[in-house]
């Protein structure tokens, strides 16, 4: 067979474009592809919910990939082994009931257990404004990261999504757009973003799932993006609370 470089290109652009338009109305859409997103990701769609993720970056797993300091090495405590078993991920009990994992392994079970549950990713997609209806989240603006990267005036596109996830990490990126929009009108104590606190992992680790919830109406966190909303502390290269809080938000919002 002789391979023709423009049905390639043609092949590319329509398969793509039939998914985009297909996941542009969804039940729950996801902003971060690192663990707590894709796993949000993948007991959503287990339980039938129509779910995309959208992942600014060319690659999913956010600070995953290096464990702690470029030691690709995965921490987690007894609480989360059973979320690392139905991934199928092979992990080692060590000193006083820590499991350790290869951080490569785990990304990459997570996320194929999550596309092969229904999951849809799409990566190198920014989100760069939220919808709000009647002072709810209704859904997401997005363009390409490559355009938001490069300054362009580009305008961007709009999908319609029941629920929003903010699973940005550190940097709680949804929560802040809908700070900037509407003002100081979370569900915390100030109404504002609090901010993350100085690394403390017991008390982390316990606040991350403590702090996964609804911060506005029909958006909610998870991840580091619920301390930093929140505020309490980070917890380092410790990655239970992680999939738990991922976890605990599917169910909030099934």
Not at 29 to 57: C, D, N, S
Not at 102 to 113: F, G, M, N
Not at 120 to 148: H, P, Q, R, Y
Not at 227 to 240: E, K, S, T, W, Y
């Amino acid at each position: 067979m002789k391979i023709d470089d423009i049905t390639i290109s043609k092949i590319i652009i329509e398969s793509f474009t039939k998914d985009f338009i297909d996941y542009m109305d969804v039940d729950v859409a996801i902003v971060g592809g690192g663990p707590a997103g894709m796993t949000a990701g993948y007991y959503l769609a287990k339980k039938g919910k129509k779910v995309v993720l959208f992942e600014r970056k060319l690659s999913i797993g956010g600070g995953m990939w290096g464990g702690g300091m470029m030691y690709n090495k995965c921490v987690f405590q007894e609480s989360a082994k059973k979320i690392l078993d139905e991934f199928g991920i092979q992990s080692k009990k060590i000193r006083n009931n820590y499991y350790v994992t290869d951080a490569i392994e785990t990304v990459t079970a997570i996320c194929l257990k999550a596309i092969k549950q229904g999951l849809k990713i799409f990566n190198l997609i920014s989100v760069e404004d939220v919808v709000i209806i009647k002072n709810t989240i209704a859904g997401l603006v997005l363009n390409w990261s490559a355009v938001m990267i490069a300054g362009l005036h580009v305008d961007p596109m709009t999908i319609r999504a029941k629920y929003v996830i903010d699973a940005t990490g550190h940097a709680s990126e949804i929560a802040r757009l809908v700070v900037k929009k509407m003002g100081k009108k979370l569900f915390t104590k100030t109404g504002d973003i609090i901010g993350e606190k100085p690394m403390y992992a017991d008390i982390g680790e316990k606040s991350v799932v403590k702090n996964t919830k609804e911060c506005y109406p029909r958006l909610f966190v998870c991840g580091m993006a619920s301390n930093a909303v929140f505020g309490a502390p980070r917890m380092g290269p410790i990655f239970g609370g992680m999939i738990l809080s991922g976890k605990k938000v599917s169910e909030l919002i099934i």
